[in-house]
T-cell receptor, first 118, second 112 residues
Framework: AQSVTQPDIHITVSEGASLELRCNYSYGATPYLFWYVQSPGQGLQLLLKYFSGDTLVQGIKGFEAEFKRSQSSFNLRKPSVHWSDAAEYFCAVGASVAGGTSYGKLTFGQGTILTVHP | DGGITQSPKYLFRKEGQNVTLSCEQNLNHDAMYWYRQDPGQGLRLIYYSQIVNDFQKGDIAEGYSVSREKKESFPLTVTSAQKNPTAFYLC???????????FGPGTRLTVT
Protein backbone atom coordinates (compact mmCIF):
# COMPACT_ATOMS: atom_id res chain seq x y z
CA ALA A 1 0.00 0.00 0.00
CA GLN A 2 1.09 3.52 -0.66
CA SER A 3 2.08 5.76 2.24
CA VAL A 4 3.33 9.28 2.85
CA THR A 5 5.54 10.59 5.64
CA GLN A 6 6.04 14.21 6.55
CA PRO A 7 8.81 14.04 9.15
CA ASP A 8 8.36 17.56 10.50
CA ILE A 9 5.19 18.23 12.48
CA HIS A 10 5.99 21.90 13.04
CA ILE A 11 8.49 24.24 11.38
CA THR A 12 9.23 27.84 12.28
CA VAL A 13 11.01 30.23 9.93
CA SER A 14 11.62 33.96 9.79
CA GLU A 15 9.94 36.02 7.14
CA GLY A 16 12.19 36.25 4.10
CA ALA A 17 14.03 33.03 4.90
CA SER A 18 14.02 30.04 2.61
CA LEU A 19 11.77 27.07 3.28
CA GLU A 20 11.89 23.35 2.63
CA LEU A 21 9.16 20.98 3.76
CA ARG A 22 9.98 17.30 3.54
CA CYS A 23 7.83 14.55 2.10
CA ASN A 24 8.73 10.89 1.65
CA TYR A 25 6.46 8.39 -0.03
CA SER A 26 6.26 4.66 -0.39
CA TYR A 27 4.91 3.30 -3.64
CA GLY A 28 5.98 0.60 -6.05
CA ALA A 29 5.83 2.57 -9.27
CA THR A 30 6.01 6.18 -10.33
CA PRO A 31 3.40 7.93 -8.26
CA TYR A 32 1.34 11.01 -8.76
CA LEU A 33 2.42 13.53 -6.09
CA PHE A 34 0.73 16.61 -4.71
CA TRP A 35 1.21 19.39 -2.21
CA TYR A 36 -1.74 21.13 -0.59
CA VAL A 37 -2.00 24.07 1.81
CA GLN A 38 -4.66 24.63 4.44
CA SER A 39 -5.35 27.78 6.41
CA PRO A 40 -7.09 27.33 9.79
CA GLY A 41 -10.74 26.38 9.43
CA GLN A 42 -10.54 26.24 5.65
CA GLY A 43 -10.42 23.60 2.96
CA LEU A 44 -7.26 22.44 1.21
CA GLN A 45 -5.85 24.31 -1.77
CA LEU A 46 -3.71 22.58 -4.37
CA LEU A 47 -0.23 24.12 -4.60
CA LEU A 48 1.32 21.88 -7.24
CA LYS A 49 1.33 18.40 -8.70
CA TYR A 50 3.74 15.97 -10.34
CA PHE A 51 2.62 13.34 -12.80
CA SER A 52 5.63 12.79 -15.05
CA GLY A 53 8.34 14.62 -16.99
CA ASP A 54 10.44 17.39 -15.48
CA THR A 55 11.16 16.49 -11.88
CA LEU A 56 11.11 20.12 -10.76
CA VAL A 57 7.57 21.44 -10.76
CA GLN A 58 6.40 24.96 -10.22
CA GLY A 59 3.25 25.80 -8.34
CA ILE A 60 1.23 28.73 -7.17
CA LYS A 61 2.34 31.34 -4.63
CA GLY A 62 6.01 30.92 -5.58
CA PHE A 63 6.31 27.30 -4.40
CA GLU A 64 8.20 24.55 -6.18
CA ALA A 65 8.83 20.89 -5.48
CA GLU A 66 11.36 18.37 -6.73
CA PHE A 67 10.65 14.71 -7.32
CA LYS A 68 13.64 12.52 -6.45
CA ARG A 69 12.96 8.90 -7.28
CA SER A 70 16.17 7.63 -5.70
CA GLN A 71 15.20 9.18 -2.38
CA SER A 72 11.43 8.62 -2.67
CA SER A 73 11.01 12.25 -1.85
CA PHE A 74 8.95 15.19 -3.05
CA ASN A 75 10.11 18.15 -0.97
CA LEU A 76 8.39 21.52 -1.17
CA ARG A 77 10.50 24.68 -1.36
CA LYS A 78 10.13 28.41 -1.41
CA PRO A 79 13.09 30.81 -1.65
CA SER A 80 11.60 33.58 0.50
CA VAL A 81 8.73 33.01 2.90
CA HIS A 82 6.01 35.60 3.47
CA TRP A 83 3.95 35.92 6.66
CA SER A 84 0.89 34.89 4.66
CA ASP A 85 2.48 31.47 4.04
CA ALA A 86 1.80 30.46 7.64
CA ALA A 87 -0.54 27.47 7.34
CA GLU A 88 -0.54 23.68 7.38
CA TYR A 89 0.93 21.85 4.41
CA PHE A 90 0.00 18.37 3.25
CA CYS A 91 1.82 16.08 0.87
CA ALA A 92 -0.27 13.44 -0.92
CA VAL A 93 0.39 10.49 -3.23
CA GLY A 94 -1.87 8.83 -5.77
CA ALA A 95 -1.30 5.83 -8.02
CA SER A 96 -0.22 6.53 -11.57
CA VAL A 97 -2.39 4.84 -14.16
CA ALA A 98 0.62 3.26 -15.83
CA GLY A 99 1.98 2.17 -12.49
CA GLY A 100 -0.59 -0.52 -11.87
CA THR A 101 -3.29 -0.84 -9.29
CA SER A 102 -5.32 2.20 -8.49
CA TYR A 103 -6.06 2.49 -4.82
CA GLY A 104 -8.96 4.74 -5.64
CA LYS A 105 -7.80 7.57 -3.46
CA LEU A 106 -5.02 9.90 -2.50
CA THR A 107 -3.02 9.11 0.60
CA PHE A 108 -2.17 12.17 2.68
CA GLY A 109 0.68 12.80 5.05
CA GLN A 110 0.03 13.99 8.58
CA GLY A 111 0.79 17.58 7.69
CA THR A 112 3.45 20.13 8.61
CA ILE A 113 2.44 23.31 10.41
CA LEU A 114 4.44 26.32 9.26
CA THR A 115 4.86 29.31 11.58
CA VAL A 116 6.43 32.48 10.18
CA HIS A 117 8.11 34.96 12.51
CA PRO A 118 8.24 38.62 11.46
CA ASP B 1 -17.83 30.25 -10.59
CA GLY B 2 -17.00 26.56 -10.50
CA GLY B 3 -16.31 24.97 -7.19
CA ILE B 4 -17.40 22.86 -4.28
CA THR B 5 -19.81 24.06 -1.63
CA GLN B 6 -20.39 22.58 1.77
CA SER B 7 -23.14 23.63 4.08
CA PRO B 8 -23.46 24.60 6.77
CA LYS B 9 -20.07 25.90 7.91
CA TYR B 10 -20.84 25.04 11.55
CA LEU B 11 -23.28 22.39 12.74
CA PHE B 12 -24.32 21.50 16.27
CA ARG B 13 -26.22 18.37 17.25
CA LYS B 14 -27.19 16.47 20.32
CA GLU B 15 -25.75 13.03 20.91
CA GLY B 16 -27.95 10.28 19.47
CA GLN B 17 -29.17 12.32 16.50
CA ASN B 18 -28.30 11.61 12.90
CA VAL B 19 -27.05 14.60 10.92
CA THR B 20 -26.50 15.07 7.18
CA LEU B 21 -23.73 17.21 5.74
CA SER B 22 -24.20 18.67 2.29
CA CYS B 23 -21.63 18.67 -0.53
CA GLU B 24 -22.31 20.04 -4.00
CA GLN B 25 -19.94 20.54 -6.94
CA ASN B 26 -20.38 22.17 -10.32
CA LEU B 27 -17.00 21.12 -11.72
CA ASN B 28 -18.50 18.21 -13.67
CA HIS B 29 -16.24 15.84 -11.76
CA ASP B 30 -17.07 12.15 -11.66
CA ALA B 31 -15.36 11.32 -8.37
CA MET B 32 -16.26 12.70 -4.95
CA TYR B 33 -14.87 12.09 -1.49
CA TRP B 34 -15.51 12.67 2.21
CA TYR B 35 -12.69 13.13 4.69
CA ARG B 36 -12.59 13.63 8.40
CA GLN B 37 -9.90 15.82 9.91
CA ASP B 38 -8.90 15.77 13.58
CA PRO B 39 -5.99 17.72 15.08
CA GLY B 40 -2.69 15.96 14.50
CA GLN B 41 -4.24 13.15 12.44
CA GLY B 42 -4.23 14.56 8.95
CA LEU B 43 -7.06 13.59 6.61
CA ARG B 44 -8.81 10.26 6.90
CA LEU B 45 -11.02 9.00 4.09
CA ILE B 46 -14.58 8.11 5.05
CA TYR B 47 -16.24 7.28 1.71
CA TYR B 48 -15.62 7.93 -1.95
CA SER B 49 -17.64 7.65 -5.11
CA GLN B 50 -16.25 7.19 -8.59
CA ILE B 51 -19.56 7.53 -10.43
CA VAL B 52 -23.22 8.12 -9.77
CA ASN B 53 -24.98 5.36 -7.82
CA ASP B 54 -21.71 3.82 -6.74
CA PHE B 55 -19.59 4.44 -3.65
CA GLN B 56 -16.91 2.68 -1.65
CA LYS B 57 -15.91 2.66 1.99
CA GLY B 58 -12.76 4.44 2.93
CA ASP B 59 -10.59 3.87 5.95
CA ILE B 60 -13.07 4.97 8.63
CA ALA B 61 -16.57 4.31 7.25
CA GLU B 62 -18.14 2.90 10.42
CA GLY B 63 -20.93 5.12 11.70
CA TYR B 64 -21.28 7.01 8.42
CA SER B 65 -23.42 6.62 5.33
CA VAL B 66 -23.51 8.31 1.92
CA SER B 67 -25.55 8.43 -1.26
CA ARG B 68 -24.70 9.48 -4.80
CA GLU B 69 -27.96 9.94 -6.67
CA LYS B 70 -26.70 12.89 -8.71
CA LYS B 71 -23.30 13.65 -10.16
CA GLU B 72 -23.23 17.02 -8.43
CA SER B 73 -24.15 15.89 -4.93
CA PHE B 74 -22.59 13.57 -2.35
CA PRO B 75 -24.23 14.02 1.07
CA LEU B 76 -22.74 12.43 4.17
CA THR B 77 -24.87 11.25 7.09
CA VAL B 78 -23.22 10.97 10.46
CA THR B 79 -25.26 8.42 12.35
CA SER B 80 -25.72 7.93 16.06
CA ALA B 81 -23.49 4.87 15.73
CA GLN B 82 -20.45 7.07 15.15
CA LYS B 83 -18.81 7.09 18.56
CA ASN B 84 -16.83 10.31 18.23
CA PRO B 85 -18.49 12.47 15.57
CA THR B 86 -17.14 15.88 16.58
CA ALA B 87 -14.65 16.81 13.84
CA PHE B 88 -13.98 18.91 10.77
CA TYR B 89 -15.42 17.29 7.64
CA LEU B 90 -14.08 17.97 4.18
CA CYS B 91 -15.64 17.11 0.86
CA UNK B 92 -13.57 16.88 -2.32
CA UNK B 93 -14.01 16.05 -5.98
CA UNK B 94 -11.79 15.07 -8.89
CA UNK B 95 -12.08 14.25 -12.58
CA UNK B 96 -11.13 10.67 -11.82
CA UNK B 97 -9.57 8.64 -9.05
CA UNK B 98 -5.92 9.18 -8.08
CA UNK B 99 -5.58 12.61 -9.65
CA UNK B 100 -5.72 15.97 -7.94
CA UNK B 101 -8.71 16.59 -5.74
CA UNK B 102 -10.40 19.91 -5.15
CA PHE B 103 -11.74 20.63 -1.71
CA GLY B 104 -14.72 22.41 -0.29
CA PRO B 105 -14.46 24.82 2.66
CA GLY B 106 -15.44 22.18 5.22
CA THR B 107 -18.11 21.73 7.88
CA ARG B 108 -17.27 21.74 11.56
CA LEU B 109 -19.60 19.37 13.39
CA THR B 110 -19.94 19.53 17.15
CA VAL B 111 -21.95 16.87 18.94
CA THR B 112 -22.70 17.30 22.64
Amino acid sequence: AQSVTQPDIHITVSEGASLELRCNYSYGATPYLFWYVQSPGQGLQLLLKYFSGDTLVQGIKGFEAEFKRSQSSFNLRKPSVHWSDAAEYFCAVGASVAGGTSYGKLTFGQGTILTVHP
Amino acid sequence: DGGITQSPKYLFRKEGQNVTLSCEQNLNHDAMYWYRQDPGQGLRLIYYSQIVNDFQKGDIAEGYSVSREKKESFPLTVTSAQKNPTAFYLCASSIDLDVEQYFGPGTRLTVT
